[in-house]
């Protein structure tokens, strides 16, 4: 069974910590890689699609990259409008028993103090 | 505007009294899916769509029906809503096989209360 798992589940920082936020996965030839962010109460916006290890995406402070393993959210000087939970998301390939499904982390719920 | 509508945003029903979740896209999306949100187990998937009248089940079905008789459209039935059905519900379309760069465009969400 595919396997996603982003760590921390909380992370709380503050204004212009920077930090990392991990997502591993354990399929294997995935066909993508997504990063969402999702405020309280609403559905998860799209962020970043990593297709390929050693990809790299970028947009205002954060940036996302992609291993054989894990992807990582790297979030540079953070301010308090990016507290938000953010989710990864995997696409597996299409020989998999789980092909047409997107499957999810947990999330990262972040917290930046002023 | 290119965007998943849901209604209604917030739902408190009876058990057993039976309900339905719209969900309609203006994208000419293929795929349409159901997900359910819950704290501590993230998105599960409830049904998915690849097309019209092409339902299949996702990690999480029972208690649950779809129908897609419409491309824009997919709405959620629960005939017989019990309390642990309480749930965050999204609806997500994506314009499949490739699905695009972007993944899923979800809808805004639906907080569903059965007591």
């Known amino acids: 069974e595919d396997q996603v798992t982003q760590s921390p589940e909380a992370l709380r920082l503050q204004e212009g910590e920077s930090s990392s936020l991990n997502c591993s996965y354990t399929?294997?030839?995935?066909?993508?890689l997504f990063w969402y962010r999702q405020d309280p109460g609403k559905g998860p916006e799209f962020l970043f699609t990593?297709?390929?290890a050693g990809e790299e995406k970028e947009k205002e402070r954060l940036k996302a990259t992609l291993t054989k393993k894990e992807s990582f959210l790297h979030i540079t000087a953070p301010k308090p409008e990016d507290s938000a939970t953010y989710l990864c998301a995997v696409l597996p390939p299409f020989s998999s028993g789980s092909a047409r499904q997107l499957t999810f982390g947990s999330g990262t719920q972040l917290t930046v103090l002023p | 505007e290119a965007q998943v509508t849901q209604n209604p945003r917030y739902l408190i029903t009876v058990t057993g009294k039976k309900l339905t979740v719209t969900c309609s896209q203006n994208m000419n999306h293929e795929y349409m899916s159901w997900y359910r949100q819950d704290p501590g187990l993230g998105l599960r998937q409830i049904y998915y769509?690849?097309?019209?009248?092409?339902?299949d089940k996702g990690d999480v079905p029972e208690g649950y029906k779809v129908s897609r008789k419409e491309k824009r459209n997919f709405p959620l039935i629960l005939e017989s809503p019990s309390p642990n059905q309480t749930s965050l519900y999204f609806c997500a379309s994506s314009n499949s096989p490739g699905w695009g760069v972007r993944g899923y465009t979800f809808g805004s969400g639906t907080r569903l209360t059965v007591v």
């Open positions: 769509s690849m097309n019209v009248e092409v339902t």
């Open positions: 990593l297709y390929s």
């Open positions: 399929v294997s030839g995935l066909r993508g």
